[in-house]
């Protein structure tokens, strides 16, 4: 079992910045693929931005060259950088990680961390 736990939500202004964390706790061998996915009210969840293991990055393109996606490996925790924030940004924002083997994954979730973004 894995326990992930978010921090670093908040309310900022357009054009501001925020640093989302989520650290990983728990049995287990190690984690693969880590992510951040996020739902704003009336909208379906999407992804958000993910890293390997190994440290290769995908951006949804909403988001390319304003957040950045990096983790610790040593402490089981996954960043998100946002920067030139906009309100379309606002939504809750919620970290995965995946672990076990490709043909045998176990998928986890945060409890979610609210970002607003005020125009």
């Known amino acids: 079992q894995v326990q992930l736990v978010e921090s670093g939500g908040g309310l900022v202004q357009a054009g501001g910045s925020l640093r989302l964390s989520c650290a990983a706790s728990g049995s287990f061998f190690s984690i693969n693929n880590m992510g951040w996915y996020r739902q704003a009210p009336g909208k379906q969840r999407e992804l958000v931005a993910t890293?390997?293991?190994?440290?290769?990055?995908y951006y949804a393109d909403s988001v390319k060259g304003r957040f950045t996606i990096s983790r610790d490996n040593a402490k089981n925790t996954v960043y998100l950088q946002m920067n030139s924030l906009k309100p379309e940004d606002t939504a809750v924002y919620s970290c995965?990680?995946?672990?076990?083997?490709?043909?045998?994954?176990?998928?986890?979730w945060g409890q979610g961390t609210q970002v607003t973004v005020s125009s």
């Open positions: 890293i390997t293991s190994s440290g290769n990055t």
């Open positions: 995965n990680a995946a672990t076990g083997p490709p043909w045998s994954r176990n998928y986890y």
